[in-house]
């Protein structure tokens, strides 16, 4: 697809580097701690989550979702495989108890003491929020001295035999826009891509971050690398 | 002039050019069967070597141990709890047993993932339970991990005894008292009559329904994905959604087919080395065994306890979560949801109730020979997994897809895919996997036509088709339409084939509760489970009504 609005109004490391796809809001996956028993200076990095500091505290969602399995492809692409595989493996040695199958019951389980740390997305947050302004959790940006925060996006594109291309591209166009990025990111408490629109005032208010600069095409391609690798770590 | 032909054995074998319409169409029936099949298998032509040999090392052997763990437990624990149940409310008396005789079916209309979701809120760490035990007894305080082994092996006992309990009391039923009779003067007490001759004579019900569970839990995934618990069905879906490997989720599919058709085989000769005769066909009935007072007591708490957690409690929990979260959830969307699900289950239904019409009107004009085989194959679909159906009939559609595609090209010069985004490969897919339940249902209505109304009929001066329309198909009415009930509720409760294969805008309520589970809100995912679990009531009060008149 070659269409200017769309490489203008997304940075280039949130779409595909042959244009076939455009990611549309961010999602982004960092560290959520108990306010009760965790400081904030106590934490760093998905690196460090993997220390002895955190054994039987950590809590993690199933390596069947694919936001973890993004997040270890984001890790392969910083640290190599190597290096990766003994972070995941620190991390399953960590384990509070068994990978959850959702982010919202991981949160949970942080919240009635069966660990203290535990990585998510941050709209979960958002959500648990909203139904109890007093939550004893917190979100930590992780890796802000080295590589940044894990992102995904939701995005689009058109399929090969669609119908009707044009009107499709000028969807995403819309999309892109400050109009619809707006209406489209705020829905779900995501962060818009489009770098002139602001996230909405209770995403703001979580703070500001740098994310990882790595093109979610490449998290994509290291996907079935980081499947591969958690299989082997034992992470389930 | 008998009206039903019997080929001789080499006669089946061997003549095969001259095949009846009736014939054409079963063994074309079974094509939908033996083309996914071929097709899985066919996908070790072309593997894709590196996932494969990943699979191989370091899934394969927990997934084989976690399936055959699985399996036993909940085959062991499904076939106690059935057959003690059984035998209580079918020949015992004690106060309460007519109305847990058939109280005691209403589980079926949970579907497994409900109860698992249920039953993880309420025992999970963060769950009301442990949360009041913490209360009690300290922060530190823990029970067993319930996301476990043993908890699916609980949710599923649960879900699946009613099964085994409904064939083993039937099983019981028809035995009669003589046996029993004959046991005791030969000497054997109540109890060694039990377990020499009642139990034993009961076996091919009790085996028959050990076996349906036995399927049912090899080809559950909704409720082992929210245990994060894994076996083939959750690997097969990874396979093909976390490694984008159609082929390794084939080949995967492949060990998940050849252990049914091992659990098919021990079946078969587990029941091979009996025989059973029954010297009379009109039995006395026995007379209900009263239990001494104290076990009538353990007997109807007993039977209140399974009924409360695998029924009364998850609805009552249900209902709590729905009322709770009704106002702020409910929405015209899941109208919508229902009206899919709804549409998807009629369609289904009354293709598959058409095509087991086929294969019991073959049935009954082709009694023996090579045709039984073709019926034997049509049916199999009911021990391959929605998984694996799912993968298996994908492929050869996608790949005839892509043939109109380039085909279209060629002679049109512009194309649309014509097959992948419509509803076909899911019907195709449920067709398969639930004509047998289908097929059951119509073919015992058929045999209530005997060959003498058939010979009446021709007596009369009528023919063929006319025969059929006036005489066979308003016997067969009670059959087709207690046929058309059950598949009805199990497409609707259907989960991977849907989850898997559905185009855009085919969510069903399945797939929301697939969804919602998924994100861990079991408070929303409430109300789609009502509407399902409404709907499998339908089949239970239809059977109930059926077995009181």
């Known amino acids: 697809m070659d269409s200017k609005v769309l490489t203008e109004n997304i940075p280039a490391q949130l779409r595909d580097p042959e244009n076939r796809w455009f990611g549309l809001s961010k999602r982004a996956r960092t560290i959520v701690y108990s306010t009760d028993r965790v400081k904030a200076e106590e934490l760093s990095s998905y690196q460090d989550l993997a220390s002895a500091k955190w054994e039987g505290r950590l809590l993690l ?29 620190g991390w ?16 949970e389980g942080i919240l009635a003491g069966q660990g203290d740390v535990g990585v998510v997305n941050t709209y979960y947050y958002g959500r648990l929020l909203k139904k109890n302004p007093d939550l004893k959790l917190a979100l930590f940006w992780a890796d802000q001295d080295s590589d940044g925060v894990h992102v995904n996006v939701s995005g689009g594109g058109v399929t090969t035999h669609a119908n009707n291309p044009q009107a499709a591209q000028r969807l995403l166009e819309w999309l892109s826009s400050a109009e619809a990025q707006n209406l489209f990111a705020d829905t779900n408490m995501e962060y818009p891509v489009n770098p002139k629109v602001k996230p909405a005032t209770e995403v703001a208010a979580w703070g500001t971050f740098k994310a990882s600069s790595m093109n979610i095409a490449k998290a994509g391609e290291l996907q079935g690398e980081a499947i591969m690798l958690m299989d082997r770590a034992e992470y389930r | 002039m008998s009206s039903i032909h019997v080929p001789t054995r080499t006669q089946g074998l061997f003549r095969l050019p001259r095949m009846s319409g009736w014939q054409i169409s079963t063994s074309l029936i079974c094509l939908l069967v033996l083309v996914p099949l071929t097709t899985l298998f066919l996908s070790f032509l072309h593997p894709e070597k590196e996932i494969w040999e990943h699979i191989l090392q370091t899934m394969m052997s927990r997934l084989l141990i976690n399936s055959v763990l699985m399996v036993t437990g909940v085959a062991l624990c499904t076939g106690i709890l059935g057959v003690s149940l059984a035998w209580l409310t079918g020949v015992c008396e004690f106060p309460g047993r007519r109305f847990f005789s058939w109280a005691l079916l209403l589980p079926m209309a949970m579907p497994t993932y409900v109860l ?26 823990r029970l067993p991990e319930f996301r476990s082994l043993a908890g699916v092996i609980q949710t599923m006992t649960l879900a699946l005894y009613p099964y085994v309990y409904l064939l083993a009391k039937n099983g019981f039923a028809t035995q009669g008292a003589r046996a029993m009779e004959a046991a005791k003067t030969l000497g054997c007490s109540q109890t060694q009559a039990l377990f020499r001759v009642a139990l034993p004579m009961a076996w091919p019900w009790i085996a028959g329904g050990v076996l349906l569970v036995v399927m049912e839990s090899l080809a559950d995934f909704g409720a082992v994905s929210i245990f994060n618990f894994d076996t083939f069905t959750t690997a097969i879906y990874k396979a093909w959604f976390g490694f984008f490997s159609l082929s390794a989720a084939a080949q995967l599919s492949t060990v998940l087919i ?6 098919m085989e021990l079946d078969k000769r587990s029941r091979k080395k009996r025989r059973f005769y029954q010297a009379e066909r ?28 695998a029924f009364g409690l998850p609805l009552s929990q249900l209902l709590y979560w729905a009322v709770q979260i009704f106002e702020q959830e409910f929405g015209s969307r899941y109208l919508y949801l229902l009206v899919h699900s709804a549409s998807l289950a009629a ?36 021990g391959l997994p929605g998984t694996v159906l799912a993968v298996g009939i994908y492929i050869p559609m996608a790949g005839l897809d892509n043939l109109l595609i380039s085909l279209q090209d060629k002679v049109l010069g512009s194309s649309t895919s014509l097959l992948q985004g419509t509803v076909l490969v899911m019907l195709l897919a449920y067709t398969v996997r639930f004509l047998a339940a289908g097929f059951k249902a119509v073919d015992s209505g058929m045999h209530r036509v005997t060959p003498s109304i058939d010979e009446a009929a021709r007596l009369m001066g009528m023919r063929g088709p006319k025969i059929l329309m006036k005489i066979h198909l308003p016997i067969i009415k009670g059959g087709a339409l207690t046929a058309l009930t059950m598949v009805f509720v199990d497409v609707m409760k259907e989960m991977p084939i849907t989850l898997m294969t559905r185009p855009f805008g085919w969510d069903t ?7 919602l589970t998924s994100e861990g809100e079991w408070e929303r995912a409430a109300i789609p489970a009502l509407f399902l679990v409404v709907t499998g009531l339908l089949p239970i009060i239809f059977f109930m009504r059926k077995s009181e008149s």
Not at chain 1, 61 to 84: C, F
Not at chain 2, 283 to 297: E, G
Not at chain 2, 350 to 371: C, E, K
Not at chain 2, 509 to 515: G, Q, S
């Open chain 1, 61 to 89: 969602r199933t390596s069947k979702k694919v936001y973890n399995q993004s997040l270890v492809a984001m890790l392969i692409g910083e640290h190599g495989a190597t290096k990766t595989k003994s972070i995941v493996q």
């Open chain 1, 92 to 107: 399953v040695k960590n384990l509070a108890a068994q990978p959850f199958s959702s982010d919202t019951k991981l949160m």
């Open chain 2, 116 to 141: 698992a979701f249920v039953w993880m809120g309420l025992l999970d760490f963060p769950g009301p339970l442990q949360s009041a035990l913490r209360q009690l007894f300290g922060t530190e305080f």
């Open chain 2, 258 to 263: 050849l252990l049914v058709f091992l659990i």
């Open chain 2, 282 to 309: 009109q039995q006395t009935k026995a007379p209900r065994i009263k239990l001494p007072m104290h076990l009538q007591c353990v007997a109807s708490t007993c039977c209140t306890l399974i009924l409360l957690l």
């Open chain 2, 347 to 382: 369609i289904a239904a009354v293709i598959i109730v058409f095509l087991a019409f086929v294969l019991a009107y073959t049935s009954r004009r082709h009694p023996v020979g090579i045709t039984q085989w073709f019926i034997h194959i049509a049916t199999l679909g009911y």
């Open chain 2, 509 to 515: 309520l399945a797939v929301k509760i697939f969804e």
